[in-house]
C-alpha cells in the first residue's frame, strides 16, 4: 500500500484508510434522515448545557447526571440500529455482552477500589482542602466558561497521558488491550484492561451528590461529544464541530489497523488540541484493531499486560539459554 | 452429576431435516465455507454407515464471524425416521460466561460490603466537613449568570443529610451495592435473551446454508 502524505507521515501503508473530509461518505437516505444525523450532535450538546443550566438544584446532582448519560447511551443505541457507519461493525449479542462486563466492572469494582486507592480519595483529598471561599475567583467566572475550563484541563491531561501511553512501553502495556477491540460501538470506551481503566480514572463515581453546577455543565461536554468516539453511527458533523470537536472518524483512524495512523487524534473531547501539538489527522478506518484484527478473548485482555511485561522483562534482563538456537536477524 | 443435565446453559443442540435429494456430501459441502473464517480449524470425517461428521474448533473469533458466539463442536449427518438429518451439538464459552456473570456481580455487591471504604470513615472528620461548610460563605453567581436566570447555589452542608437518607453519598452509612445488582439482573436477562437468540440465529444460519440461500 502506498500511504498518503499527511504532513511528514505517510499514513495508510499497512491498512487501508481514508484521508480528508472531502473523501468520507455522507448520511444517505430521505431529507428528514439527513436532517436528523445532521443536527443531532449539535442538538443534544446545546440541550445539555441548557439543562444543566437552567436545572432547579434539587434535580442538578451527580445522580441525575448519571440516569441521563444511561438513557442518552441507550438512544445512541437505537441510533446504531438505525443508521450503522459500517455493517462491518454491527453490535452481536456476543460484543453487547462483552461490552458490558466491561461497563459493568467500570461501575462497580473500580469504583470500590477507587475508593481506597483512586480518584475518590485524591477528590475527597481535594474536597476537604479546597475551600471554595479560596477559589472565588474561579467561581465567580461565568458558569460556562468554569464548565470549559474545567473540561478543557481534563482534556488536556488525557491528551498528554493517552499521547504518553502510545510513547511508553509500560504505560503503552495497559492500553494496548483496548486498541484490540476491531469494531467501534457504543460501549467500547469501556473495553481495556483494568489497570488502564483505573488509571485513566473510568471509574465512575467520585463526587458527592452535591456536585457545582460547573462540574455537571463540564461533564455535559464530556458526554455529549466524548461519546462519539466509540459509536457505529454515520453523522454529518457539521464543519466547526468536526473542527473543534473529536469525531467517530478522527477516533476510527486512532483505532486503525495501520500503526501510523494510531499516533494521532489522542484527545478525548478537544480534537483541537492535537491540532495545536500536530498530531490530528482528519479521516477515517474501518478495518481495526492489532495483529491484523485479531479479536482478544476478556480472559486475554485481563492477563495481556502482564504476560506481555514479563515475556519483554525476560528477553531484555533473563540470562540466555544455551540450547536456544541461534536467532535469526529478521534482515 | 450427569452434566448433561445442565450442559444446556452453554451447550446448543439442535436438528434439521436435509431436502430430500440431498446428500450428506453435499450438506456438509454447503456448510464447510462458514468455518472458513479466521481463527477456525475443521475436519470432515466418515463415520460408519452413510453418517459424516464436520468437528470444528474456534480461536478468536472475529467479532463478525456468524458463529462467533461458539467455540467448538460437530455438526453430523444421520440417518433420521424421514430421511438424513443434521444433528449438530455446538459450545459457547460466551454463554458460560454470561450465565455465571450475575454470580459474579452478586459477589462484587458483597465485597462492597465487606470493603466499603467509608465504613470506619470517621465521624469527627465529617463533623467538621460540616461545620466548615456551614461556615462558608454562599457562593455569588456571576452577573452574566444571574441575568441569563441561572439558579444561584446553595450551601453544600445538605450533602452529608442526603448521603446518610439515599446510602449512595461519600459520607452514607450504606454501600454503594445498587449498581452491582443492576448488573446482575442485566447478565441474566442478558443470558436468557442470548440463549434464545443464538439458538434461533444459528439454526437459521444452517437451514438457509444449506438450502443454498
Not at chain 1, 470506551?189 to 489497570?195: H, L, M, Q, R
Not at chain 1, 460547573?214 to 455529549?224: D, E, R, T
Not at chain 2, 449438530?88 to 464459552?93: D, G, K, T
Request: with cysteine.
Amino acid at each position: 500500500m502506498d500511504g498518503i502524505r499527511v504532513g511528514k507521515r505517510l499514513i495508510g501503508t499497512q491498512a487501508p484508510v481514508t484521508i480528508g473530509w472531502e473523501n468520507i461518505p455522507r448520511v444517505e437516505g430521505g431529507p428528514v434522515k439527513r436532517a436528523f444525523f445532521t443536527w443531532f450532535q449539535p442538538v443534544a450538546l446545546f440541550a445539555l448545557l441548557a439543562f444543566w443550566y437552567y436545572a432547579p438544584n434539587s434535580i442538578a446532582k451527580a445522580s441525575t447526571a448519571i440516569g441521563i448519560g444511561i438513557g442518552f447511551k441507550v438512544l445512541l443505541l437505537g441510533l446504531e440500529w438505525v443508521n450503522p457507519r459500517h455493517e462491518s461493525w454491527r453490535l452481536t449479542w456476543k460484543e453487547l455482552a462483552t461490552d458490558l462486563f466491561y461497563v459493568g466492572i467500570s461501575y462497580t469494582l473500580l469504583r470500590l477500589v477507587d475508593g481506597y486507592i483512586g480518584s475518590d480519595v485524591m477528590v475527597e483529598a481535594i474536597q476537604d482542602k479546597l475551600h471554595w471561599d479560596k477559589a472565588n475567583w474561579f467561581t465567580g467566572l461565568p458558569l460556562l466558561v468554569q464548565a470549559f475550563l474545567i473540561a478543557f484541563i481534563f482534556d488536556f491531561g488525557q491528551y498528554w497521558m493517552h499521547r504518553g501511553m502510545h510513547n511508553w512501553y509500560p504505560l503503552w502495556l495497559p492500553h494496548s488491550v483496548h486498541h484490540y477491540i476491531t469494531q467501534l460501538n457504543i460501549n467500547k470506551g469501556a473495553v481495556g484492561n483494568p489497570v488502564e481503566l483505573f488509571l485513566i480514572g473510568l471509574g465512575i463515581g467520585g463526587f458527592f451528590d452535591f456536585v457545582p453546577r460547573a462540574f455537571l455543565l463540564a461533564g455535559a461536554f464530556g458526554m455529549a461529544i466524548g461519546t462519539y468516539q466509540h459509536i457505529n453511527v454515520r453523522f454529518n458533523s457539521p464543519r466547526w464541530w468536526r473542527f473543534l470537536f473529536n469525531t467517530t472518524e478522527h477516533h476510527s483512524l486512532h483505532h486503525s489497523q495501520d500503526f501510523e495512523a494510531t499516533r494521532s487524534n489522542y484527545a478525548g473531547s478537544f480534537i483541537f488540541i492535537d491540532r495545536m501539538f500536530g498530531t490530528c489527522i482528519d479521516g477515517e478506518a474501518e478495518l481495526l484493531g492489532m495483529e491484523g484484527g485479531r479479536r482478544m478473548s476478556i480472559r486475554e485482555q485481563m492477563t495481556y499486560p502482564f504476560t506481555e511485561g514479563w515475556k519483554t522483562l525476560k528477553e531484555r534482563f533473563g540470562r540466555p539459554r544455551f540450547d536456544d538456537p541461534a536467532a535469526v536477524p529478521a534482515e | 452429576m450427569n452434566l448433561r443435565l445442565i450442559d444446556w446453559i452453554w451447550h446448543v443442540r439442535g436438528t434439521l431435516p436435509l431436502a430430500p435429494a440431498q446428500s450428506g456430501d453435499d450438506a456438509l459441502d454447503r456448510l464447510a465455507p462458514l468455518f472458513g473464517q479466521p481463527g477456525t480449524s475443521y475436519e470432515r470425517a466418515s463415520l460408519d454407515g452413510a453418517a459424516q461428521e464436520l468437528t470444528f474448533t474456534k480461536k478468536d473469533q472475529a467479532a463478525q464471524d456468524k458463529m462467533s458466539v461458539f467455540d467448538g463442536g460437530t455438526l453430523r449427518i444421520e440417518a433420521g425416521a424421514d430421511g438424513a438429518v443434521l444433528r449438530y451439538h455446538l459450545i459457547s464459552r460466551a454463554l458460560l460466561f454470561c450465565f455465571l456473570a450475575p454470580l459474579l456481580f452478586l459477589g462484587i455487591a458483597q465485597l462492597t460490603i465487606v470493603f466499603d471504604p467509608h465504613k470506619n470513615a470517621p465521624t469527627e472528620k465529617a463533623e467538621k466537613t460540616k461545620k466548615a461548610d456551614k461556615k462558608d460563605e454562599v457562593v455569588q453567581l456571576n452577573p452574566i449568570d444571574k441575568a441569563l436566570g441561572a439558579p444561584a447555589p446553595e450551601k453544600p452542608d445538605k450533602d452529608d443529610e442526603d448521603g446518610g437518607k439515599g446510602g449512595s453519598g461519600k459520607h452514607g452509612k450504606k454501600p454503594a451495592t445498587t449498581p452491582a445488582y443492576v448488573f446482575a439482573g442485566i447478565f441474566a436477562a442478558l443470558y436468557l435473551i442470548g440463549r434464545i437468540l443464538e439458538d434461533r440465529l444459528i439454526r437459521r444460519l444452517f437451514r438457509k446454508t444449506l438450502a443454498g440461500e
